[in-house]
């Protein structure tokens, strides 16, 4: 008889699995919670009202009239779903509208709207790309552009977080590769929160003769003074090839968007796989999205990326000066200190991770915990952010609340990490 390994074996035996088994017996599982009501400043999450400094929604536009409305006219007018992919029967006035405003938002020939950030940068990596291409990629890169690499199956020289040398060495071996060169970088990393030194990059990427795309997930509607994102804060919109953001932060629904020269984006609408091969996005998505896209355009939107950035230094502020380790400001060519809605907490240890996050959260603070692999090894931490809604009442109670958690934590565990 025949016999073959059991490719259920490594569901079954996998460490992930047992980690996660044992923070649930014990309460500590950080994962997987259920929402009871829209996502707001405070929200309820299983029978209780807790304070939310674990979404996305930097611009508090989930909440938002305008938004909401834009969602129930495209379902009343187009139902509850498309049932085809864009490039068959999928394709809305809508996505044409949203592509348009989207491509005159980012200051780019074309854009074109996806089901899913993920399958944005999946579609356009996985697309351009090809075997003998190189792409070189920072370490805390978004894991969809990993994915995009590997369908693509070019050759990845990964370089250490925000590490200029090092981006220049791998630009350096790049060349002696032989096939075309495509750095790809966050704008904002959506761990650390921190902002990528894009000037420099574009300097080496214009002396090595590399393209440069930038996911500009954690930016758009939060940086720049039209809030386009890190490109435009940093001056550099004329100098990236491609920009990539997603619909699931500041503009409040779900999708995904690459942006750039027309000839390209028309080259990913006929040959993208994750583009071609799944269904469009619901109809309530994509209005609310535009919606979205509207406000952030309007007068109405410097003010919004303005409280959303003063929340965060208010909540980094708070935290530092409790004694807890949170990631440094990036320092901006003209000396200014920059911190993003993104805020990490350091804690280091996985298990001390998943412990403070279950006392936060049973003093009604909600958070979210990133853990090896999603970290390195011995780098777990707490990510907080922030929206433009909170008021400093709401923060203030939160920061009780770490404040109340950290003692009681040490007092029975010992020190945290320290702030510098």
């Not at 854009?111 to 944005?120: D, E, P, R």
């Not at 990539?244 to 629904?253: C, E, P």
């Not at 958070?367 to 922030?386: D, E, F, K, Q």
Request: charged content about 20%.
């Amino acid at each position: 008889m025949v016999t073959s390994i059991d490719v259920f074996a490594k569901a079954r035996e996998n460490e992930r699995i047992a980690q996660m088994n044992a923070a649930r017996e014990i309460g500590a599982m950080p994962y997987f919670h259920v929402l009871e009501g829209p996502t707001l400043p405070v929200v309820e999450m299983e029978g209780q009202a807790r304070i939310m400094l674990g979404s996305n929604n930097y611009l508090g536009l989930t909440g938002d009239e305008r938004v909401k409305q834009g969602a129930r006219d495209a379902l009343e007018r187009y139902g509850t779903g498309i049932t085809g992919s864009r490039f068959l029967n999928g394709t809305l006035d809508l996505h044409l509208q949203l592509e348009r405003e989207l491509a005159e938002w980012l200051g780019t020939e074309a854009a074109l709207v996806f089901t899913t950030g993920h399958q944005a940068n999946v579609g356009a990596l996985g697309t351009i790309l090809a075997p003998g291409d190189t792409v070189i990629a920072d370490s805390g890169d978004h894991a969809s552009i990993m994915d995009g690499v590997i369908l693509s199956r070019a050759k990845l020289r990964a370089f250490r977080h925000n590490r200029i040398d090092r981006l220049e060495h791998a630009l350096q071996r790049a060349v002696e590769d032989g096939g075309g060169v495509l750095v790809v970088v966050d704008g904002v990393f959506s761990t650390e929160g921190d902002v990528a030194p894009l000037p420099e990059i574009c300097d080496l990427c214009q002396r090595y003769g590399a393209r440069l795309m930038v996911d500009e997930a954690h930016a758009l509607g939060v940086l720049g003074a039209r809030g386009a994102g890190t490109c435009e804060l940093l001056g550099v919109e004329d100098r990236v090839d491609l920009r990539m953001a997603t619909f699931s932060k500041s503009l409040a629904s779900c999708g995904g968007v690459i942006a750039g020269p027309m000839d390209v984006v028309e080259f990913l609408r006929i040959q993208a796989r994750p583009f071609i091969f799944t269904a469009s996005g619901v109809p309530a998505a994509v209005g609310a999205a535009l919606a979205a896209v509207r406000i952030c355009r309007s007068d109405e939107g410097p003010a919004l990326f303005g409280r959303v950035l003063d929340n965060a230094r208010y909540l980094h502020g708070g935290l530092r000066e409790l004694g807890f380790r949170v990631v440094p400001p990036t320092r901006l060519a003209d000396g200014t200190e920059l911190i993003t809605p993104v805020v990490p907490v350091l804690v280091g240890d996985d298990w001390k991770a998943a412990f403070l996050w279950k006392a936060l959260y049973e003093a009604g603070v909600f958070v979210n915990v990133m853990i090896h692999p999603a970290v390195p090894p011995g780098g777990a931490l707490l990510r907080t952010s922030v929206m433009a809604s909170h008021d400093r009442a709401t923060l203030d109670r939160a920061l009780a609340a770490f404040a109340a958690v950290k003692r009681a934590f040490e007092a029975e565990h010992g020190p945290l990490p320290a702030g510098e």
